[in-house]
């Protein structure tokens, strides 16, 4: 009942704020000339909407380089529906509904753990080293020097596409949380073409991303690499937030913060806002053409053979 209160207790402060900030700048919300423009927002919705089967597709090559083959549309359905476990404060309940999906397939809990882990460690990497590469294209030089020592993080980074010491880091919290320590037997190699295939994944992502601030309020096609970053860095750290469900309020936090140095702080809200509901709705959209199209219950398909990765 606690851990509820704190969670609807954050959320409702970041929106309060948010709400303070809108309500002072109203005047100026008012004044702009919001038109929204069809055609961008269709395509910044079929792109966010390839990004998401860009994501299921590249969870489903790593079950499979794991051993624990699985029919692509049923991988797909699978990924979809586990989104629905996002909506859930924590982040595990994702995770938790295709472990157990993958569990009616025939598919083990650990290996279908560890290619949860390994999807969601690549996507959190990968999207804070696009948000590091995206700082070289801020135009505050000022600001940039107070954030430079980030890309040290980098090289740090780069060391866990080796499975030693990703290995490393999660077995202990594994034993503390009391299950049983992750085995990775695939090469270094592999995994960097996995790191290479998540880069891939934020391009598509910030790509839809600009097309969806272009399609409300204008801004330079030079700030792709800049909102691209700014989108990645929310949405990691909108996952880290464990404590509210989506990282719901946060992640519209951060966006709003990083977007008011390239546009007034409403309109940066505004977007922050508006690019949950458009996420929001894309994701439903998904799950309803998983729906419509894989007519097959979730345990007809057996598991298929292990096959080369990529």
Known sequence: MIRKVIQLLIVVIIFFFLGKMLYHDWGEISSYQWEIEPIKLFLSTAGLLIAHFFGAFGWNRILRRIGAGLDYTQGMAIWFISILGRYLPGTIWSAVGRIYMCEREGISKSKTGVSVI???????????????FSLAFWHDWSSLKSVFSAFLICPVLLIFLHPRPLTAVLNPILRWMKRDPLVID????????????????????GIAFYCFIDSIYKIEFSKIVI??????????IGYLAIAVPSGLGVREGVLSLLLSNYMPPAAAIIISLGSRVWITLVELIGIALM????????NDVPPGEKIKFW
């Open 227 to 236: 909102t691209s970053g700014i989108f990645a860095i929310s949405f990691v």
């Open 291 to 298: 729906f419509l199209f894989h007519r097959k219950p979730l």
């Open 118 to 132: 390994l999807e969601q460690s690549y996507m959190l990497i990968t999207g804070m080293v696009v948000f590091l």
């Open 186 to 205: 695939v090469s270094f190699y592999t995994l960097f073409k996995t790191f290479i295939f998540y880069l891939g994944y934020w391009v598509v992502f």
